[in-house]
T-cell receptor, first 116, second 111 residues
Framework: NAGVMQNPRHLVRRRGQEARLRCSPV?????VYWYRQLPEEGLKFMVY????????ESGMPKERFSAEFPKEGPSILRIQQVVRGDSAAYFC??????????????FGPGTRLTVL | QKEVEQDPGPLSVPEGAIVSLNCTYS??????FMWYRQYSRKGPELLMY????GNKEDGRFTAQVDKSSKYISLFIRDSQPSDSATYLC???????????FGKGNQVVVIP
């Protein structure tokens, strides 16, 4: 029973480079969420996706950040032209369809992005 | 005012003590409440999930929700060194999948 898988676990980029973070949800889960955890901060919602659809991107920075969840393959969080302030832990979570009274999100181990 | 307030101050307790953690929230639309445990450099792990006011017990853990006061608590009885972690409260509204988190409480249980 594989849980949420994320890779890479650690990613180092220089300012101006691109970062690609991957997330494979729990088998059978069709909904994916991305959260960011800055040092000394709680997790902040970024984006919620279903297969081939962005449902809620209200937490995504307006520039440089994008996310996708294609029909086949993992969800990707892409950060273009990274800056030092992007250094954080990025967590992916997944769930079944629209959350019910008894359903919630299960988190992956995270990708720790360091921007030099 | 933040949606979810959780005093992030670290908490050290001796083994066997009761750990008491709490969060307050301002958004009355929140209906579902969770506590996650996060070990250092790991992902959050769901501990407790509840959607009604009152108490919910699971082993040594009790989650308490008071919707009228917008206040939730987590109690850990007979605390163990393996309980040393950061505990995050989280919540969401009905029909809204976005989780709002508190900052987290670092708990250290001293043998």
């Amino acid at each position: 029973n594989a849980g949420v898988m994320q890779n890479p676990r650690h990613l180092v980029r220089r300012r101006g480079q691109e970062a690609r973070l991957r997330c494979s949800p729990v088998k059978g889960h069709s909904h994916v969420y991305w959260y960011r955890q800055l040092p000394e901060e709680g997790l902040k919602f970024m984006v919620y996706l279903q297969k081939e659809n962005i449902i809620d991107e209200s937490g995504m920075p307006k520039e440089r950040f994008s996310a996708e969840f294609p029909k086949e393959g993992p969800s990707i969080l892409r950060i273009q032209q990274v800056v030092r302030g992007d250094s954080a832990a990025y967590f992916c979570a997944s769930s079944h369809a629209q959350l019910s009274n008894t359903d919630t999100q299960y988190f992956g181990p995270g990708t720790r992005l360091t921007v030099l | 005012q933040k949606e979810v307030e959780q005093d992030p101050g670290p908490l050290s307790v001796p083994e066997g003590a009761i750990v008491s953690l709490n969060c307050t929230y301002s958004n009355s639309a929140f209906q579902y409440f969770m506590w996650y445990r996060q070990y250092s450099r790991k992902g959050p792990e769901l501990l407790m999930y509840t959607y009604s006011s009152g108490n919910k017990e699971d082993g040594r853990f009790t989650a308490q929700v008071d919707k009228s006061s917008k206040y939730i608590s987590l109690f850990i009885r007979d605390s163990q060194p393996s309980d040393s972690a950061t505990y995050l409260c989280a919540m969401r509204g009905r029909g809204n999948n976005r989780l709002a988190f508190g900052k987290g409480n670092q708990v250290v249980v001293i043998p």
